[in-house]
């Protein structure tokens, strides 16, 4: 961000910090689309009724896909949380901002970084252009003060600043998955909510361990109001639940409701705070001039059982490079505005960058390399996505590249090892229109295809510089 | 059926040979429902926008769920063919009337049998209660003059009697299923519609080889133009597109337009059928006095790869007791009669001949084991299912029973023989509910429902009568 830009956001911050509350802009433009991002965690492709799932009931994200645009190409910038996160609010894979780590995938409460300052969030975009802003759920970009929300652009921060399984008792235990996984299956997880993880309001904590049972509808009503405080003025609200990210929990309204368990109770109460937050729009009159979009972090997380989360027909899970890793269902709503329909083009999360920026008449930098596209066409005209390819790294390495309708494999490797990490001389190639599920490589009867990806990467490599790993510090206790 | 109603129905099937069309009913009431089965061939569960197919467009199906009933735990009696039409039509278990082989699965061309006449019908039942009935599509019961739909209850016939790859080339070829394979990938495939299945009107064999370019578009007209004629007296129409089982065709106007390449274009093309039928019971004024319900005969043919469909997030395919090889997309529809929503109760196939006959005051037969349940309550007025359980028999066997959320494999068999035939001591247990996609055995902690679930066994063993092989006998030229 400019030097300019870092003072006023700066200022604002401080403002913020005074008044324990957003900012109050003065500069309103009613023409200005407001933007409302929700965010789940570790959702999977297949996990919503309107995506195929059979047992998870999700009327109200059923309905916005009617209502709005269901995406089933619509991909994160990683496979795991806090890179998938830096990707959405940069517009840049993580690898650029080195928020993808060689060791670490993810930053852990021992982390002592987060997303440099260098970095331009679309909240700090939005801000310099009249918008107030406000980040409600989990953040997991840095948890120390230089690295949290309000100075990363949002002028309201409600949430827990890391994963909600990151609690001093569950790491302490974790020497390995398997300790960490029979953690869940003790008494711990099944009775109380006794996790240190923070609950913060902008810098300060107010609750540890934040009270889960009650955080996705909490998160809710923060929304709610914070949509009802800024009516009069163009806002961005990025409300990222931590669930259903395990360890699981619901309100009372919620648990043991579903047929599909615990993980389909909370589903269905993301998907009933869907429901509230679109009706508030409704009933404040700003569903017209608000877009909406829904999407999640990563795949569902496998090895959890039936505690993880399901990515239909598509390959593996969080954490991995297959399809079920990175593919994400995506709902864009605007009434009126957006063209109904299922849209099968390419879009990214870093593609909200360009969009809200082009729709807010924004210009986006030029002072970096940006992997963000402008999808608006595609929302307001039907037109075909100016996406056309996505590039998968796990860690800090390309795995895979798309282009078109054809992905290449340049290296494989199961979500959490198996099957064994494998290079590729000749890559797999899949054609994932016809073959969503990766099934059938036909590397050798497309050569041309190959050749044209190798072209690209070539490309893409040529202007490729490596952000410094954020994500390797760690202080432990 | 009764030696009257056997009178009766051969009276009318002699008049309809005599006359070239369906009889003329003199009972006519405007309070009856009409119906219309729309039966794919091979479609999986996971095939469908609406069921969560990220590149096969189906906007008529999705609209027809929005406005209907999504099943989401729907099965049919067998996963082959001929059994599961059997099912169908006859409101029982394919291993009572003997349509379930112990070395044919299905019917040949070259079969001497076909559904027994001691077997009643739906058809047979609707026309005893004065409905006018077709079938226009595949049959595959039996294509003997005596078999024929014309003597199951149908006034009307149109369609292929069966498989549409069924044809004297590729039988005296496939002398394994890899030759069978290879044949498809042959110019034979690509090129031509040169295939010896014969296109019928009645009894009479109208084309032969049936052009298949044309047939889900024929098979559309003939239905629309049925649903005109009869528009002043009751009828049922059963339309059972014959694709998209392989080999796959489509017209002029979807074939190459998918993105999901031909298999993607055929479900494309029955997915316009689908909206012209339900497009014409709303010009005709029938859409409120009608119920329709689209659904497929058995999972996806996964050994076609690519030009085979997809189970979604269930396991396996056709052939299959997994989910995959029994459980459907099933959307209910009849605009403000139908309670929309998602359902995820239990329904099979068989059920249709109980929901008809006491929706249109017919009761259903005493004199035989039926497994067929009432459904209406669920359709109009979103009560729970009284169908609580589903056997899944392979052949004649019986290899898993699903009581409630819960399945309980006996024996397990991968569709095409890997894995390998398994019985299991200890039956492996999962719950349907939480996963759908039966990978968490949960048999040692549950052996109460295992205990309850024998018993069930036990029950369903005592009044099986399995009746007499239909499918043995073959005359090989």
Redesign the interface.
């Known amino acids: 961000m400019t030097l300019c830009n870092r003072i006023v956001a700066l200022a604002v911050v401080s403002f913020s910090l005074l008044s324990c509350s957003e900012s109050v802009t003065t500069e309103q433009s009613s023409k200005k689309y407001n933007y409302v991002v929700i965010f789940a965690d570790d959702m999977g492709?297949?996990d919503l009724?309107?995506?195929?799932?059979?047992?998870i009931?999700t009327?109200y994200l059923?309905q916005m896909a009617?209502e709005g645009q269901k995406w089933?190409?619509f991909y994160v910038g990683a496979s795991v949380c806090t890179p998938s996160r830096a990707a959405l609010l940069t517009g840049r894979l993580p690898i650029r901002s080195g928020m993808a780590g060689e060791h670490n995938r993810v930053l852990f409460p021992d982390s002592e970084h987060g997303l440099p300052e260098s970095e331009l969030t679309i909240a700090e975009q939005l801000k310099e252009g009249g918008y107030a802003t406000a980040c409600i759920g989990k953040w997991h970009l840095g948890h120390k003060e230089q690295y949290l929300p309000t100075n990363n652009g949002f002028d309201y921060y409600f949430g827990i600043p890391y994963s909600n399984d990151m609690d001093n008792v569950i790491l302490q235990n974790a020497n390995s998955y398997q300790s960490y996984f029979d953690f869940w299956k003790g008494p711990e997880r099944q009775n109380t909510a006794s996790f240190n993880v923070p609950l913060m309001r902008n810098t300060e904590i107010i609750e540890r361990p934040a009270d889960q049972n009650t955080i996705t509808k909490r998160y809710t009503q923060e929304a709610i109001q914070y949509i009802k405080r800024n009516k009069e003025k163009p806002f961005f609200l990025y409300l990222a639940h931590n669930l259903p990210h395990v360890p699981l929990f619901a309100s009372d309204d919620f648990r043991g409701k579903s047929?599909?368990?615990i993980?389909?109770d909370v589903v269905e109460e993301i998907d009933f705070s869907v429901g509230q937050v679109l009706n508030t729009l409704k009933d404040e009159g700003l569903a017209e001039n608000t877009i909406v979009v829904f999407t999640s972090d990563n795949g569902p997380w496998l090895i959890m059982?039936?505690e993880g989360g399901?990515?239909?027909?598509l390959k593996d899970g969080k954490g991995s490079t297959w399809e079920g890793g990175m593919r994400e269902p995506c709902i864009f709503w605007s009434p009126g505005n957006i063209k109904p329909?299922?849209i099968?083009d390419l879009g990214t999360t870093m593609d909200l960058f360009a969009t809200f920026s082009s729709l807010s008449g924004l210009e986006i930098p030029n002072d970096r390399e940006m992997d963000s596209v402008d999808l608006s066409s595609v929302l307001f005209e039907n037109k075909a996505s100016d996406r056309n390819d996505m590039f998968y790294y796990r860690n800090r390495e390309l795995y895979a590249v798309r282009l078109g309708?054809y992905k290449a494999h340049f290296i494989t490797q199961g979500a959490y090892g198996q099957p064994a990490k494998e290079y590729h001389e000749t890559p797999l190639l899949y054609?994932l229109?016809?073959?969503?599920?990766e099934?059938?490589d036909i590397s050798t009867e497309h050569p041309e295809v190959l050749a044209e990806i190798e072209k690209l990467v070539e490309k893409h490599n040529s202007k490729m510089i490596k952000g410094e790993d954020q994500l390797e510090s760690r202080t432990p206790n």
């Open positions: 492709y297949g009724g309107v995506y195929g799932h059979p047992t009931k009327p059923d009617a089933t190409n047929l599909r368990g993980y389909g059982n039936s399901s990515a239909g027909l329909g299922v099968a309708e054609n229109n016809v073959d969503p599920s099934k059938y």
